[in-house]
C-alpha cells in the first residue's frame, strides 16, 4: 500500500506514467538518433508520417467539438507542403502553403453550401488555416533543415535544445516549483521550471552548436534562448487547445505522453525557429 501511495504521488507530481513516458521517450530519441546519423534524409518521410498523425489528432479532437475542419484539404495539403519542402524549397512551401489554404476556404464553402447555407464557414475555416499553419507547414521547416550541409546535426542541434528544455524544466518544477506560471492555462508549469529549461536550453544549445556544426558559441546560446521560449509558448498553444476542447490529452498512442500532437507540440515550431537561426548564422 505505500509502495502504491508512492507512486501515486510521484506521477501526481510529474503529471504523467514517468516510467512509461522515459520508455517511449528513448525509443522515440533512439530511433532519431539513428536517422539523424545515417540516413538524414530518411526525416522527410518521418515528418510527413508524423504530420499525417498529428493531423488525424487534432482533426478528430475539433470534430468531437463539433468545428467541422474538412479533412481531404488539411490532409492532402499537409503531405504536400511537407514533400513540396524536398523538391522545391522554401518557395515550394509558400506556394503549397498558399494553394492548400485557398482550397480549404472554398472547399468548406461549397461542399456544404451546395443544399444549405453554410453554417460556422468563418470559424472552420479560420480553425483549418490554424491547424495548416500548427502542423506541416511548421513541420515543413524540420525537412528544409536536415537539407541543409550537415542537415542531420543541424535537426539533432534543435532535438536537443527542446529535449534540454523539457527535462531542465520538468527536474526544476518537479523539485522547486513553487510559483506558478500562466495557471490559466497551465497550472503546471513555473517559473522555477522555466529557469530550469532557460538554463538547460542554453548549455544544451551553445555545446550542441559548436561540438557539433563547429558554430559559433553565441549562435548555439541565442538557439538554446530562442527555443525554449518557442517551445514553452507552443506548448502554452497547445494546452489552451486542449482546455478550449475539454480534453486532457490529443491522443493515446504514446502511453506517458499522450498523442503524437503531445510530443510534436514543441518539436514542430522550434523546427522553424533553427531554420532561421542556424540558416544565417552557421555556415
Known amino acids: 500500500m505505500a ?5 501515486a504521488e510521484k506521477k501526481s507530481r510529474a503529471g504523467r506514467n514517468l516510467p512509461a513516458a522515459i520508455a517511449v521517450g528513448v525509443v522515440l530519441g533512439g ?3 539513428v536517422i539523424l546519423l ?3 534524409l530518411a ?4 515528418m510527413a508520417v508524423a504530420v499525417a498523425i498529428g ?3 487534432v482533426i478528430r479532437r475539433l470534430r468531437e467539438a463539433e468545428v467541422h475542419v474538412p479533412r481531404i484539404p488539411l490532409f492532402v495539403g499537409g503531405q504536400v507542403i511537407i514533400w513540396t519542402s524536398w523538391t522545391s524549397g522554401i518557395d515550394g512551401v509558400a506556394a503549397a502553403f498558399t494553394g492548400s489554404a485557398v482550397l480549404i476556404i472554398i472547399w468548406r464553402l461549397f461542399l456544404q453550401g451546395l443544399k444549405n447555407p453554410p453554417k460556422n464557414w468563418l470559424r472552420d475555416s479560420a480553425t483549418s488555416i490554424f491547424v495548416l499553419v500548427w502542423v506541416p507547414l511548421l513541420g515543413a521547416f524540420a525537412s528544409l533543415l536536415v537539407q ?3 542537415g542531420g ?3 539533432m542541434c534543435a532535438v536537443i535544445c527542446v529535449v534540454c528544455n523539457d527535462v531542465g524544466g520538468y527536474a526544476a518544477g518537479v523539485m522547486f516549483g513553487k510559483h506558478p506560471m500562466v495557471p490559466a492555462i497551465s497550472p503546471k508549469k513555473s517559473w522555477e521550471g522555466f529557469a530550469g529549461s532557460l538554463s538547460a536550453g542554453i548549455i544544451g544549445g551553445t555545446l550542441s552548436v559548436w ?3 563547429d558554430g559559433p558559441l553565441y549562435a548555439g546560446a541565442i538557439l538554446g534562448v530562442v527555443l525554449v521560449f518557442v517551445a514553452t509558448l507552443g506548448d502554452l498553444i497547445e494546452s489552451q487547445f486542449k482546455r478550449d476542447l475539454g480534453i486532457k490529452d490529443m491522443g493515446t498512442m504514446l502511453p506517458g505522453h499522450g498523442g503524437a500532437m503531445d510530443r510534436l507540440d514543441s518539436i514542430l515550431p522550434s523546427a522553424f525557429v533553427a531554420w532561421v537561426i542556424l540558416t544565417p548564422l552557421v555556415a
Open 153 to 155: 546535426f543541424r535537426v
Open 43 to 46: 526525416l522527410i518521410p518521418v
Open 3 to 7: 509502495a502504491d501511495a508512492a507512486v
Open 38 to 40: 545515417f540516413a538524414p
Open 55 to 57: 493531423t488525424f489528432e
Open 31 to 33: 530511433g532519431l538518433l
Open 211 to 213: 561540438l557539433l556544426l
Open 148 to 150: 541543409q550541409d550537415n
